[in-house]
C-alpha cells in the first residue's frame, strides 16, 4: 500500500476525478466566450498573434485553443 492509505491506481483515480477544466480550473485566463471568439476569428482569417493581443494572451495558448490541445470541451 502506499503511504497515504490506498493504492497507486486509487490514488490516481481520485486525483483525476479532480481536474478541472474550462472555466471551473481557477486559473483560467479565457473563458467559452472568448474560445468561440478566437476560432471565429481565425476563421476569418484574422492572425495567431492578432488575436493573442486582443485577448491579452500568449499565440501558444491561441495555437492551443485551435488545435483544440485545450477548451476540446467547448
Known sequence: PAPWGGTRNRKALDMSSHL?????NPSAVINAAI???IR???KDGISMLKIAALHGISHKSVWNVLKRKTWTHV
Do not use: I, K, P, S
Not at 478541472?20 to 471551473?24: M, N
Open 40 to 42: 471565429q476569428r481565425w
Open 20 to 24: 478541472r477544466h474550462g472555466e471551473d
Open 35 to 37: 474560445v468561440l471568439d
